[in-house]
């Protein structure tokens, strides 16, 4: 079955601590793979995406994900987390506009 | 990217009434989804929508309960009908291009809260 798990519901870091929000997936072939961000009463903003090549992709915002095809993973990292980066995290993959979502991260940040 | 917005922005409504949700995006896209998210929870398709030919309903959802229409490329509504408590959502929209290897982009969301 195609499944997309984000094993942190919650996570906290204290403000210019490293982050790094988990996702692993479930998929018949290599999907294409995304995180998005919605942060408190916004909608949902890209941050990157993966569709070949390199398999550390950069994104806004400072954050960068690595494609680990070994381990089904797509994990997120930032090296330096801001205030402002408080906001759930959504990693969804797939194909051809079927996109399938984790149940997302939410992320805390200490000050 | 697209320009996406939606109205309204967030709404209260009565239990067994309708409401339509606009989507207007400021270019024209051949891929439009509907989605809803329950409070605290992960995105949910309901529809896919494409200028031209009917919606594209997800299991568990039905065309009488959440009518669609697509009359052009840069515009969607979604209907909530017969609205009960459990309908309370946020509601979004996306569009995305005709490429295999394609993004979906979102709009703002539209807040409902059924009494």
């Known amino acids: 079955a195609q499944s997309v798990t984000q094993p942190d519901i919650h996570i906290t870091v204290s403000e210019g601590a490293s982050l790094e929000l988990r996702c692993n997936y479930s998929?018949?072939?290599?999907?294409?793979l995304f995180w998005y961000v919605q942060s408190p009463g916004q909608g949902l903003q890209l941050l990157l995406k993966?569709?070949?090549?390199d398999t550390l992709v950069q994104g806004i915002k400072g954050f960068e994900a690595e494609f680990k095809r070994s381990q089904s993973s797509f994990n997120l990292r930032k090296p330096s987390v801001h205030w402002s980066d408080a906001a759930e995290y959504f990693c969804a993959v797939g194909s051809n506009y079927q996109l399938i979502w984790g149940a997302g991260t939410k992320l805390i940040i200490k000050p | 990217s697209a320009v996406i917005s939606q109205k309204p922005s967030r709404d209260i409504c009565q239990r067994g009434t309708s409401l339509t949700i606009q989507c207007q995006v400021d270019?024209?896209?051949?891929?439009m989804f509907w989605y809803r998210q329950q409070p605290g929870q992960s995105l949910t398709l309901i529809a896919t929508?494409?200028?031209?030919?009917?919606?594209?309903?997800e299991s568990g959802f039905v065309i009488d309960k959440f009518p669609i229409s697509r009359p052009n490329l840069t515009f969607s509504t979604l209907t909530v009908s017969n609205m009960s408590p459990e309908d309370s959502s946020i509601y979004l929209c996306?569009?995305?291009?005709?490429?295999?290897?394609?993004?979906?982009?979102f709009g703002p969301g539209t807040r409902l809260l059924v009494l």
């Open positions: 270019s024209q896209v051949t891929m």
């Open positions: 998929y018949g072939a290599t999907p294409y």
């Open positions: 929508a494409n200028q031209g030919s009917e919606a594209t309903y």
């Open positions: 993966y569709f070949s090549g």
């Open positions: 996306s569009v995305a291009g005709t490429g295999r290897a394609e993004t979906q982009y």
